[in-house]
C-alpha cells in the first residue's frame, strides 16, 4: 500500500484529504502538533468521519492512519522521502516552518536517486500557495537540489470546496480523532503542476487553466460564506443557515452572486449557465443546518477578506468590470467594514482604525477604494444605513 503524507491534520486535512485518499487506497501519515490527536491515530490506525445532511447522516471510517508529531523532524522526513504523494493543509502563516522538512526530503531523494516522483497538493488559503511554498523550499536547498526539486517535485494548487466547521469542545471530549463535515467531494488541481501522471484519486479533477477555478471559489463560495457571516452578524444570527433563511439577507447574498457571476464570465470567458448551476448546487450547501456552522466563523479576519482582491473587493471589481453596478457586493463589504466582534484580533483592529482614521480613509487604505468613486458611494452610503434602524426593510 503506498503511503502518503498528509501535513496539518484540521478541517481540511482530516475532514476532507484523508477520506479520498484512503478511499484512493493509501496509506495516511498525518503530521500535527496536536499530540493528543497524533496518539489517537496511533492507537486506533483509523478515524470518524461523520457525513451530515439536513436529511441524512452517514459515518465513514478512514484507515489505516498514522500520526507524527511535526517536532519528529526525521520521522517526517522519512515519510516525505518515501511517499509518492503529499498534501498540506496546515494554513498559510505555517508554511515556513513545514517548508524545511520537505527541503530535506528532497535532498534525500536526490541522494538516494528516486525515480518516482513526489507530488504535493498545496490546500493553502493563498494566492499561488504553491508558488510560495516552492520557494520557501528553494531557500534551503543547493543548486542541485533546487534542479531535483523542479524535475520531481510537483506543487499544485487546489481549490477546497468542502465545508468543515471546526469540531466543538463537546465532539473533542467525545473522540478527539472525529470530525462532521459535508459528504462533497470534489478537488480540483492544478493539472499542468503535476509532476508524472496522475494517479487515480477519488474526487480528483485535474484542470488547466487554473485561475478561472481559484476564482470561481473565492468570489461565489467565499463570497457567499462572507455575506452571510457579516450580514447574519448585524442581524444577531449565530449560525449561516440561519443568516441565509433571512428574508432581509438572502436577497442580498443572491444578488451579490449574481453580480459575481457576470463579473467571471466578462474575466475569465467561464460559461455563464455552467456558474449560474454551480451557484444552484451551492444553496442546499449553504444551507445546511446538520454543519451548524457559526457566523463568527464566516466573518471572522475581516481586514484578509476585505482585501482589494479578495471574495468581497475583488468581486465587485469583477462586476465593474463586465459594466455591472455592484449594488449587492457593496452591502457585504459594508457589513464587513463594520463587523465588530470583541473576539475578533482582526475585527478589533479594524473598528480601532475606523475610529482613528474615520472610515473613508480606512476603505481606500484596506480595500483600495476612493470614497469618491461608484463603489465608495455605494459602500459608504450602505455603512451609514447599517447603523439605522430599519435597513433591511428596503436594502437596495
Known sequence: MALA?????????????????????????FVDIDAPLVAAFNARGSYRIHLVENDRRETVTVGPVRG?????????????????????????RALPHIAPLIARAVERRRVAGA?????????????????????????HLDAQGRAFLHAQVGLAN????????????????????????????????????????????????PVAPFAPYIARKLYLHNAAHALMGYLGYQRDHALGYEALADPAIRPLVEGALDEAVQGLVARHGLNAADLRAHVASLWPRLANR????????????????LAPGDRLVGAARLAEGAGITPLNLAWGIAAALAYDDAEDAAALELQ??????????????????????????LVLERYERLHQDGWEQDPC
Do not use: H
Not at 498528509?6 to 496509506?27: C, D, K, M, T, W
Open 352 to 377: 480601532a482604525r475606523i475610529a482613528q482614521e474615520g472610515i473613508e480613509a480606512v476603505l481606500a487604505a484596506v480595500c483600495d477604494i476612493a470614497p469618491q468613486e461608484p463603489l465608495g458611494a
Open 115 to 139: 525515480a518516482q516522483p513526489l507530488n504535493l497538493i498545496v490546500c493553502e488559503n493563498l494566492p499561488d500557495a504553491a508558488a510560495t511554498l516552492r520557494g520557501l523550499i528553494e531557500a
Open 68 to 92: 507524527l508529531l511535526s517536532g519528529d523532524a526525521e520521522a517526517v522526513v522519512a515519510a516525505l522521502a518515501e511517499a509518492p504523494l503529499a498534501a498540506t493543509a496546515v494554513g498559510a
Open 290 to 305: 446538520a454543519l451548524a456552522d457559526p457566523v463568527r466563523r464566516l466573518a471572522r479576519d475581516p481586514l484578509r477578506k
Open 5 to 29: 503524507v498528509i501535513l496539518g491534520a484540521g478541517s481540511v486535512g482530516r475532514g476532507f484529504l484523508g477520506q479520498l485518499l484512503s478511499e484512493s487506497g493509501y496509506e495516511i501519515a
Open 158 to 205: 487546489a481549490v477546497i470546496a468542502r465545508m468543515v466547521p471546526e469540531p466543538t469542545p463537546a465532539l473533542r471530549a467525545q473522540d478527539v480523532s472525529a470530525i462532521i463535515t459535508e459528504p462533497y467531494k470534489e478537488l480540483p488541481v492544478d493539472a499542468a503542476a503535476w509532476a508524472g501522471p496522475l494517479p487515480p484519486i477519488v474526487g480528483l479533477q
